[in-house]
C-alpha cells in the first residue's frame, strides 16, 4: 500500500491512473479544481478499492496555497511516497501569438506552477531519502513546432527542469519519472480529429503505473512515440523550419 497525491486529479490521464491505484489499495490524496468532479471521482476510487481517499480544492496558479494544501495531503496521508503532477492546458496557439497576457498564462498553468509544486516536493522526497515523483511532461516539449510552440515551450522547460531534478535527487534514493504522452483522446483534445496515433488514457495510465512500479527515469506513451520524435528531433534546422508543423 503506498501513500500516493494526484495533483490535477481530475484530468482524464489522471483518473485512469487513479484508478489504477484505487484497486491496488492505495491510500490517495487528490487536488483538483472542479469540487463536484472531484467528490464523484473520490467516492468511486474508493468503491474501487482506495484504501483510503481523501482530496482538496486546488487552483495550481494559486501559488500561495500550494504549502498548505501540500501539508493537508501529507498530513492526511501521514507521509508521502508517490506524487503525480497531471494538471495542464492546451492553450490556442493563435490567441498566445497576438496576446501577451495568453502567453504568459500558458507558461504558468504548464510550467511555473510545476515548477513551484515540484520545488516544494523535491525537498519533503529529498529529505525522506526514498520515494516517486511523476509528471506529466509532452512530446510537445521535444521540438519547437509553428502549430503549438507556447504550449510546447512550458513543457520542455518542465523536461529540462525535471531531468534536473532527477540528477539532484538520484543520490536520496527517489525516482523522478517524466511521462511524455502523445495524442490521448482527452477533454483537452476534444476538437482534434482523431487518427491511428491517438491512445486512450487507460492506456496512458497503464504505462505510467508499469514506469512507477519499474523505477524509469523517462517514458514516451504510447510508445511508438519514442521513434517518432527521434526521428523529429534528428531534422536539420535548416529543412525542419520549412515544415508546416
Ligand atoms: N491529451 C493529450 O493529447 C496530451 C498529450 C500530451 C500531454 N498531455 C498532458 O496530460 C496532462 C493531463 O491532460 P489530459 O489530457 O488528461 O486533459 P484533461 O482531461 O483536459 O485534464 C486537464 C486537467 O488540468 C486541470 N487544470 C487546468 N488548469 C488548472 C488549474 N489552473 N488548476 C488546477 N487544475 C487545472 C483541468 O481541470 P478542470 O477540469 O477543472 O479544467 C483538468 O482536470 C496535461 O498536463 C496535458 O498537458 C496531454
Not at 481523501?54 to 493537508?72: K, W
Not at 495510465?205 to 506513451?221: C, E, N, P, Q
Request: with cysteine.
Amino acid at each position: 500500500m503506498k501513500k500516493v497525491l494526484i495533483i490535477g486529479a481530475t484530468s482524464a490521464i489522471a483518473e485512469a491512473t487513479a484508478r489504477g491505484f484505487a484497486s491496488r489499495g492505495d491510500h490517495l490524496f487528490l487536488l483538483a479544481r472542479n469540487a463536484e468532479r472531484l467528490d464523484s471521482l473520490l467516492k468511486d476510487l474508493r468503491v474501487r478499492g482506495a484504501g483510503n481517499a481523501q482530496g482538496a480544492v486546488f487552483d495550481a496558479n494559486a501559488l500561495h496555497d500550494h504549502e498548505r494544501l501540500l501539508s493537508e495531503a501529507m498530513d492526511t496521508l501521514s507521509g508521502l511516497d508517490m506524487v503525480l503532477i497531471a494538471h495542464g492546458t492546451l492553450g490556442d496557439q493563435k490567441a498566445c501569438e497576438s496576446s501577451v497576457e495568453s502567453t504568459l498564462q500558458e507558461l504558468q498553468t504548464n510550467a511555473l506552477s510545476v515548477i513551484a509544486l515540484l520545488t516544494r516536493l523535491a525537498n519533503h522526497f529529498e529529505r525522506q531519502g526514498h520515494g516517486s515523483i511523476a509528471v506529466i511532461s509532452s512530446v510537445a516539449g521535444d521540438r519547437g513546432r509553428q502549430s503549438n510552440y507556447v504550449y510546447g515551450t512550458a513543457k520542455g522547460a518542465l523536461s529540462l527542469f525535471l531531468q534536473g531534478l532527477r540528477n539532484r535527487l538520484n543520490r536520496s534514493g527517489v525516482q523522478v519519472l517524466t511521462i511524455k504522452p502523445g495524442f490521448v483522446d482527452t477533454p483537452m483534445t476534444a476538437a482534434f480529429p482523431k487518427g491511428p496515433l491517438w491512445a486512450s488514457p487507460e492506456k496512458v495510465a497503464g504505462d505510467i503505473l508499469s514506469a512507477l512500479d519499474k523505477r524509469r527515469d523517462v517514458i514516451y506513451t504510447p510508445g511508438f512515440w519514442q521513434l517518432i520524435m527521434l526521428i523529429i528531433r534528428s531534422v536539420p534546422e535548416a529543412i525542419f523550419k520549412r515544415l508546416s508543423l
